[in-house]
């Protein structure tokens, strides 16, 4: 897409700093990072979320997501990583092409709030086996 910031620097028309790249997805550094190491995971070819990919094209940038993540360990002896993708504006996406954001972590006074299960809702047994059931009836459609 001519107007999609993360497609002019997947053809390098916006520099960016590269941590990985193969022929299918490409790592970069986060401009506004939310802790040191803070990497962007996006597929070359353009795609706005994740209803957008085929299984295959997922398989390939989530493949990757364990690479980056040991080296970002290793290289910053970070304790822990948020993996965190944002799929649509009511969930938080600001960029449309999609991206998957590992977040290193140091210790719970790094900077970053993860996001943490409220109990502003309760949920009962039969509405956890009612959605099974009706997200079960549309996974093979």
Request: hydrophobic letters at 40%.
């Amino acid at each position: 897409m001519s107007d999609c910031l993360f497609c002019k620097i997947v053809e390098g028309s916006i520099p960016s700093t590269k941590v990985f790249e193969d022929e299918h997805v490409l790592a970069f550094m986060d401009i506004m990072p939310l802790t040191k190491g803070h990497t962007l995971l996006i597929p070359k070819k353009h795609h706005e979320n994740i209803y957008d990919m085929s299984s295959e094209e997922a398989a390939q940038i989530f493949s990757v997501v364990p690479k980056i993540a040991e080296s970002l360990k290793t290289t910053f002896q970070s304790v822990g990583l948020n993996i965190l993708n944002n799929n649509g504006a009511p969930a938080g996406q600001s960029v449309f092409h999609f991206h998957i954001h590992l977040i290193p972590r140091y210790d719970q006074t790094d900077g970053f709030k993860a996001i943490w299960h409220t109990k502003e809702k309760q949920y009962t047994s039969e509405m956890f086996a009612e959605y099974a059931e009706q997200i079960r009836m549309n996974l093979n459609k």
